[in-house]
Each structure stands twice: as structure tokens, then as C-alpha cells.
């Protein structure tokens, strides 16, 4: 059966592992959350501990944050808890959640005056949208605080802004943009914040120096995460003028080391795509037995597709454990009992491929450059992203793509997974190499490391 789309929902809901700490604009690593307050009419910043706890029942997270910080003698102690139900709906292959508060309590002093949460009330929905090869979600906030003081002074903030984030097997960023807007004695505050935190899992070679050894080199995969704040403020001062400003704020993780298998093929030696293929052999990617990879002999349409769901991990159907006779294929020329089918299966079901005909899938014909370019950008989830039907692509042989696949080599192009040849031709019909296949590949987990990554968050954070 599947994991469902609930499930992998509240994986990403429920993930600290790529997300904003609460809605302050704070940043952390494994021992440090930071962050500014500004009820007092100035930045202060705080620094200190925070815990996440969480607990899930069925389609219901309850996320509990829990601040211990200083500065100086300043305090803050905060503990708010969040309720958020989802709704999924398979049909659509999405899942809508809404989120609001279930309790709070929080101090904050500073120079010896205690602010008090007196109220808290906050809405937030998110909707996530689950693509085969990568989660996209995004998000709308609003909430509002008041805090009172011993002197019965009343601090009231509105707040609202939005989140967008992706979780895949090779990274996840979430970028958060609120603004606040803080009514006190000393009149209107306007402050704006901007945080992101991005994991990514980059994939690096590492030699082996010794020459007495069986080995030159091999592969690694460094799991990296940090995170990076911007406040930018707009603080009445008293005298009818305002003080403005910026400050920033970054935390890093220890990055996370993981040495993979090393390749020994003995055909590779000189050869333009070695690394790529290395590399998505390092990874499990093709479990090549042989000492040979025949590079320049054609990929197959089967191989291909259990290449691509391997290589971004996609969830793939289990087989019950309780089934004894095999089930019936999808397709009436795959076996159902091969190690690798059930990638082939969940490929279909998620809509990454179609079959050549209705019964047959043909797994051993060689792969076109329109079948492997529309696996991919299925994969995605972003065929959709194409212009409406009747566009041309940019390509001298336009027509000769077939409109199956037009919509996939038009995202692909933008996107950087494809280009045309020196005629600027796009050759939909030629057959690719396992060299050119593999190197496909690669591109196709650079996007998912680095493309969306700039997208989520530099694109966010400084184009904005």
C-alpha cells in the first residue's frame, strides 16, 4: 500500500528539521535559538534553549514550543502551544491544514519591566501539495498578542505574513516573511521579518591518496542544514521621529557525514559521464553487478524509471506481507515478482509514466529523449507549469515533439534539465545512451538540492 498523503503531511508539519521556530523570526542550531524582541522600543536580543514537542492523533498535530532565553539580565520565558488539523484529499493529492493556538503563557522582562501575554489569538493555513519527487506547501498567518505590564501599560501586536516551503529526499527549505505592527504608548512600531532554514544533502568525492590500494576514491553524501534571519524595523523614538534599522541572524548545524559504497567499473576509464554514473552507483541508483557499464550502449525505459524513483528516494508501494500469491501487473509484460517492479507500479500510479500502449509497458525498448525528459518533470510535479495548449517551444523541430511530452520538454528547458543540440534541435525521437541517461539524472537531483533551494529561499529572501 502506499504512505499516504496524511502521513507525509504531518512529516512535514510535524518536521523540525526544516522549519521556522514559531512565528518570532528566531533562528537556531543544535544548541542556540536566537531571536528579537522589540515590545520595549528597541532590538533586544535574546538567546537560549528551545524545546519541540509534539504529538500526533490521527489527522491532528499538537506542536508545543518551549523558550528559555537571556539577555544579561533580561528574561524571556515562553510556552505556546499549537493545534493543527488536516484534511486530506486524495482525489487531489493535497492536503489543506489549519492551525491555531491551544494555550499559552509567556514573560519577557527587560530592564526591569515584565511584559505578560495576556492573550493570543492566531489562524494559519497551509496548503501542501504531495509531487512524487518533491512536497510543495505554502502557507497564510495572521494573529494578534497582548501583552500587559504590572503598570496595567498594554502592548498590542498585529501580526501577518505568509510561509512557502519543499521537502524532498535530497533537501528541504522553509521561508518565513511576517510583518508586525506593535501599538504601544510609545505609538506605532513596524517591524518586518524574514527567516529561512535549508537542509541539503550535496554529494562529494572524496580521493583516496594511498597507492597501495584497491581504491582511488569514492563518494560521500554531507547532509547540511542552516538558518538565517533578517529583522528590519521601524521604532517611534519620541520626539515624532522614527529609529530604522536591519539586524541579522545565523545559525548553522555540524554537518552530517554518510561515506557511500565505492564503484569499480573497468569500462569507465577516460569517459565524459565517469562521475555522473559513479556517482548514481555510489548511491544504489543502478546495482550494477557487473565490472562493466556498457555507458554508451541504450538505456532501457524500465531501468530509466527505477533509476529516477531511486534516485529521489520516492515513496514506493510496499508489498503486504501477508500475500502469498503474487499480484497481477500492471503492465502484461513486467513480472511482478522482479525485485525492482513495485517501482515500476508506483511510477504508474503517481502518474510519473504511461505505458506505450494500454496493456504493455515495453521495458526493454530503449528510451527516447521525450520519454525520459517527460519521466522526469512528472516526477517534479511541474508539467503543469508549461503555458497554455497551442504554445511553440523554442526548438527548430517544435513540431516534431509529440504533444504527450511538449508540456515536459517545455518546463524542462526552463528549468535547466534540458538543451537543445548545436541546431538547436531537441531530438525527441533519439535514443539515449546510458551515459547521456545518467547524466540526465544528475541534473535532475542538482535541481532538487540546488535549484529549488535558490528559489524557496534566495529568491524569497532577496528579490522580494
Known sequence: MYISALFISLFILSSVEA???????????????????????????????????EQVQKSQLTKTYRFTLTNGGNKLSRSIAYVTNLEERTDKGQTTSQTSVKSYSENITIENVTYTLDDYQLSQGTIIDNRPASDYYSGNVVGRKIYKTKTNDKITVHFSGRNVGYENFWGATETQIIDYEIESSLGKSFITSKVSDSKTKVLKYEPHDPSLSSFTGGHSVISQQNMIGEYSYDIPNGSGKSKTGTVHLNEEMLPIIERLIVPKFR???????????????????????????????????????????KSADIRVLEQPKKQRAPKKAIFTDLDPLDPNYLYIESAFQKGVIKGVTA????????????????????????????????????????NTIPYWAKDSVYVATEIGLIHGDGRNRFNSNQTMTRAEASTLIIRFLNFLEKDLKQNYRDDMLFFQ
Open 359 to 398: 496493456s504493455k509497458f515495453m521495458p526493454k525498448s530503449s528510451l527516447t529523449r521525450a520519454q525520459a525528459v517527460a519521466i522526469l518533470v512528472r516526477a517534479l510535479g511541474l508539467e503543469e507549469r508549461a503555458p497554455n495548449p497551442g504554445y511553440q517551444t523554442n526548438y527548430a523541430d517544435n
Open 19 to 53: 522549519a521556522s521556530p514559531d512565528f518570532n523570526g528566531g533562528v537556531r542550531n543544535e544548541y542556540t535559538y536566537e531571536e528579537y524582541v522589540f515590545l520595549s522600543g528597541n532590538p533586544v536580543k535574546f538567546s537560549g534553549k528551545v524545546t519541540i514537542t
Open 267 to 309: 569500462d569507465l576509464t577516460g569517459h565524459w559521464a565517469k562521475d555522473n554514473i559513479e556517482r548514481l552507483y555510489s548511491l544504489g541508483v543502478f546495482d550494477e553487478s557487473s565490472q562493466f557499464f556498457s555507458p554508451n550502449t541504450p538505456m532501457n525505459r524500465y531501468e530509466f524509471t527505477v533509476g529516477v524513483l
